[in-house]
């Protein structure tokens, strides 16, 4: 299974950016999907996830601002970034848990995207 992530860049404090992250392989279904950020020295965080059934969840610090959604039939999950603060520059992965018929149940992470907020 690999997760394809895009979207990332760089954009001026109070832009936007929306990132998004196709999951394809051997897959029956994909579980939660979800963004985590990494900056150096940094451990990794949780950004948003989101359940099969669209459930979201957010880390405080981009409540309001970030949107996570799925389209189920595309296996992709997308981060829409909006009011970004210069403390969202980090290395942005993408995550999800799949039920495969080669790998019953597997966690995967997609290579990073770098997201840059200039002040």
């Known amino acids: 299974v690999l997760l394809q992530a895009s979207g990332g860049g760089l954009v001026q404090s109070g832009g936007s950016l929306r990132l998004s992250c196709e999951a394809s392989?051997?897959?029956?279904?994909?579980?939660?999907m979800g963004w985590h950020r990494q900056t150096p020295g940094q451990q990794r965080e949780l950004v948003a996830s989101?359940?099969?059934?669209?459930?979201?969840n957010y880390a405080n610090s981009v409540k309001g601002r970030f949107t996570i959604f799925r389209d189920n039939s595309k296996n992709t999950v997308y981060l829409q970034m909006n009011s970004l603060k210069p403390e969202d520059t980090a290395v942005y992965y993408c995550?999800?848990?799949?039920?495969?018929?080669?790998?019953?149940?597997?966690?995967?992470w997609g290579k990073g995207t770098q997201v840059t907020v200039s002040s």
């Open positions: 392989g051997p897959i029956f279904t994909v579980n939660t």
């Open positions: 989101i359940t099969n059934g669209g459930v979201p």
């Open positions: 995550n999800a848990g799949v039920f495969g018929p080669v790998v019953q149940y597997g966690d995967y």
